[in-house]
């Protein structure tokens, strides 16, 4: 159950996602949000499974919990990320935000800690790599959904080149969120596992997925918001499918791999 129920999470996730670009209206949304909470029980099972209670309790409280407040903050007074308000197309709101949205935050924020562990040894360096990963997904998130109407900016500016609608802040906002959140997840004392693959082909799909999608099937004002995206989440997804690329390469014999080395 360990190696498998996540396998199978990401493939249903999988599915739905290929499954966006070919709906539209009322039919999208509704993928959107179960996009969203499938993301959600991939990671957490994940987590549960393979990190125990505690840890997962940990994530939760940080990422959904922590997601849900500082979203609430932001609809309310315009901090961290600039005044925004959400349509009422992502399903039931609290305190104006979605009950899907806080979601978002934990279903990537694990693998992008997953991931930024396995590349780097040094803790510093993982928070820090681990923000930038969770941060950089918003370069793809915010010029689609806005794109959609689930959201809008009551300023959009100044914005990145080519990706009208979405203020620089707002993507500096998250990344300060990620750091908290990286921060706080990193208590956990996690370490690489020989579980974690399903985490990293997650977080892997979504790059790849998100450049493609954004550059070829989603109707957007150009390839801008695929060349930002690519670059920012490519900080953590290039070592990250590198380390991948080393470990199942041929090992010299006069060099094995030690015991419990993750990469």
Request: proline share 7%.
């Given at each position: 159950m360990r190696r498998r129920l996540p396998w199978a999470l990401l493939g249903g996730l999988v599915l739905l996602q290929i499954s966006y670009p070919l709906s539209g209206g009322d039919t999208r949304a509704a993928v959107t949000v179960a996009t969203v909470m499938l993301g959600y029980a991939?990671?957490?099972?994940?987590?549960?499974?393979?990190?125990?209670?505690?840890?997962?309790?940990?994530?939760?409280?940080?990422?959904?919990?922590?997601?849900?407040?500082?979203?609430?903050?932001?609809?309310?007074?315009?901090?961290?990320?600039?005044?925004?308000?959400?349509?009422?197309?992502?399903?039931?709101?609290?305190?104006?935000?979605?009950?899907?949205?806080?979601?978002?935050?934990?279903?990537?924020?694990?693998?992008?800690?997953?991931?930024?562990?396995?590349?780097?040894?040094?803790?510093?360096?993982?928070?820090?790599?681990?923000?930038?990963?969770?941060?950089?997904?918003?370069?793809f998130l915010d010029p689609q959904m806005v794109a959609e109407g689930y959201w809008t900016w009551v300023d959009p500016h100044p914005a990145l080149p080519g990706v009208p609608g979405v203020p620089v802040g707002n993507y500096l906002g998250w990344l300060a969120v990620a750091l908290v959140m990286a921060a706080l997840i990193r208590t956990t004392g996690t370490r690489p596992g020989p579980d974690d693959a399903p985490m990293y082909a997650l977080y892997l799909w979504t790059y790849v997925a998100s450049i493609v999608a954004h550059a070829v099937f989603l109707d957007l004002p150009g390839v801008a918001s695929a060349l930002w995206g690519a670059l920012g989440m490519g900080l953590l997804a290039a070592p990250l499918a590198w380390s991948l690329r080393e470990e199942s390469g041929p090992r010299s014999p006069a060099a094995p791999r030690r015991a419990g080395e993750p990469w």
């Open positions: 991939t990671s957490v099972s994940h987590a549960l499974l393979t990190r125990g209670p505690r840890a997962t309790v940990l994530l939760v409280a940080v990422t959904t919990g922590g997601g849900f407040a500082v979203e609430a903050l932001g609809v309310a007074t315009g901090f961290p990320f600039g005044e925004y308000t959400y349509s009422g197309d992502l399903g039931p709101r609290l305190a104006g935000v979605p009950v899907v949205v806080p979601l978002a935050w934990t279903w990537m924020a694990w693998p992008a800690w997953l991931g930024a562990v396995r590349v780097t040894r040094s803790r510093p360096a993982q928070v820090v790599l681990a923000a930038v990963g969770l941060a950089a997904w918003d370069l």
